[in-house]
């Protein structure tokens, strides 16, 4: 008869436990490390937004406002195939990847040949440090600032304006053709014999300064025989014409506006386009002296992007889409973003997609400021881009006067002083 005998290897056993104790313990550290972090961002979120005034880019906001639906639902589809259907615009595609690897290391778009010689030449920067703080779901895109070709701001391009399509709105302003005039004494007078504005609900005082540090910003369908976007600059037909725009709709409404004319490259001697936000701050103060009750500020600009990401379609016409910009080095920046997100809620509620949000900006030419320490109503506002019209951008402004009216009747409002009871 055999018997079966069973040996207990206790070496082996022994290692397994090891083993599995060096994994358990590895778990758990990995597991409250991961704790700890997501406890330290969150603590950090918490500090920042109660007592912090750093730079808009750092903002744990901005980060999570940054990130696009899509992202997400690119997340999902790397486990649910169907969802991932559009392999060239796939986020986490090997072409994505490597662009965002590539521009994380050495700081140039491989889409934007520009970005190898941007941040050394200036006015060429494209503001390479900035955040979506408030974005819009339609057509989500960053905003795009070069400046303009050498020699471009030198003189007037040897071509003539084209007579812009009649607008389809009530009132069409002309183009701004005197470049020694500075801040006007109020758009009323400048909207002309035609101008059907109201008594101003402001008792008389001025109140909005409307302005454009890049006053030869142009565009093309305006510009006969100028096709490269790098060359739509005018001092004949330009963004100022937008500006006055905004302040005639503005007096209509009821608010005092200030609207300045002033075209930089034309009457500032030795005039360099990176001091451009200098030159512009001295308008402001003389604007500011001129009209002690100026409170709202409002740099019109426009975006230097692609049709495709500065235009959008609203009951069959085309609008020219809204950027807000606030300045990153403005040490109050929180209170100009407030007041950016009044005017963009406004608009996003009214009219869903003409608005492509708030950005904030702490490097552009150099700057990062945009003169918005003057007040914490001071924002810039880009309008469309150099492939839209006038057509365009003076339907966005009509809108985007109707909401800077309701912002700045609904804030007067509440300031206004209660009225005491009547004593019978």
């Known amino acids: 008869m055999k018997w079966t005998s069973a040996t207990l290897n206790l070496s082996q056993v022994r290692k397994t436990y090891q083993s599995a104790s060096s994994m358990g313990k590895t778990f758990l550290l990995l597991s409250v490390a991961t704790f700890l972090l997501f406890v330290l961002l969150g603590v950090g979120g918490f500090v920042q937004a109660r007592w912090m005034t750093a730079s808009p880019v750092s903002s744990m906001k901005g980060l999570a406002a940054s990130v696009s639906n899509q992202f997400f639902i690119d997340m999902l589809g790397m486990e649910v195939p169907h969802l991932n259907q559009d392999h060239k615009k796939f986020t986490f595609s090997q072409h994505n990847v490597f662009n965002f690897a590539f521009r994380l290391m050495t700081d140039i778009n491989p889409n934007d040949p520009k970005s190898l010689i941007a941040s050394e030449v200036a006015g060429m920067d494209a503001g390479k440090t900035t955040l979506l703080i408030a974005g819009s779901a339609t057509n989500p895109s960053e905003p795009v600032e070069y400046g303009p070709k050498q020699g471009a701001l ?42 059907t504005a109201q008594p101003p609900k402001t008792a008389g005082a001025n109140i909005a300064f409307i302005y454009q540090t890049h006053s030869n910003e142009s565009f093309l369908p305006e510009l006969k025989g100028v096709t490269d976007p790098d060359e739509a600059y005018s001092d004949k037909v330009n963004i100022i014409s937008v500006g006055q725009r905004l302040a005639q709709n503005l007096e209509k409404d009821g608010i005092g506006a200030v609207h300045s004319n002033t075209i930089y490259p034309s009457t500032v001697r030795g005039f360099k386009y990176p ?47 809204i950027f807000f910009i606030v300045g990153g080095k403005n040490p109050n920046w929180k209170k100009n973003e407030e007041f950016a997100n009044q005017i963009h809620q406004v608009l996003e509620d009214k009219h869903p997609g003409l608005s492509k949000g708030i950005h904030a900006k702490t490097a552009a030419d150099g700057n990062g400021l945009y003169n918005q320490d003057v007040s914490p109503n001071s924002i810039l506002i880009e309008v469309g881009g150099p492939y839209n019209s006038l057509e365009e951008c003076y339907r966005t402004t009509d809108w985007l006067a109707e909401a800077i009216s309701e912002v700045i009747l609904n804030a007067k409002k509440v300031d206004a002083p209660v009225a005491s009871p009547k004593v019978s």
């Open 275 to 321: 001091y451009s936000y200098k030159y512009s701050a001295k308008t402001l103060q003389e604007a500011m002296s001129s009209h002690p009750d100026l409170t709202y500020f409002f740099d019109i600009h426009r975006d230097s992007a692609s049709r495709k990401n500065t235009t959008v379609t609203i009951g069959g016409k085309d609008y020219a889409q």
């Open 154 to 195: 030198d003189a007037e391009p040897k071509v003539e304006p084209m007579p812009s399509a009649t607008p389809d709105v009530s009132q069409e302003p002309s183009a701004t053709t005197n470049p020694a005039a500075g801040a006007g004494a109020g758009a009323g007078a400048q909207a002309g014999s035609g101008s």
